[in-house]
């Protein structure tokens, strides 16, 4: 356990920004989750809209420095592999 006052705060500082990781990391897994079920279902109109809402939620998370932007677009580029196959 830390005994200085910083490390103290440190330990706190982390700990929201873990819990706020872990808040974006599932929605961007909830969202890619849901633009896959539409492509198997293979409604590629509804594909198309999840496809754009899982696209903002992955920048989003990048922009905020969940994921590395180039992370952030590998994976949206593997989405758009998924979606231009399934057309």
């Known amino acids: 356990m830390a005994n200085i006052k910083s ?3 440190r330990i706190k ?3 929201v ?3 706020r990781n872990r808040r974006i990391k599932s929605a961007v897994k909830t969202a890619i ?3 896959e079920e539409a492509l198997v279902a293979g409604n590629v109109e509804e594909a198309k809209a999840k496809f754009q809402f ?3 939620k992955i920048m ?4 905020k420095g969940t ?3 180039n992370a952030a677009s590998r994976k949206v580029a593997k989405l758009a592999m998924k979606l231009n196959k399934a057309m």
Not at 60 to 63: S, T
């Open 7 to 9: 490390a103290k705060k």
């Open 13 to 15: 500082v982390i700990e």
């Open 60 to 63: 989003q998370a990048a922009a």
């Open 17 to 19: 920004k873990t819990a």
């Open 33 to 35: 989750r849901r633009f």
């Open 54 to 56: 899982a696209e903002k």
């Open 67 to 69: 994921f590395h932007k």
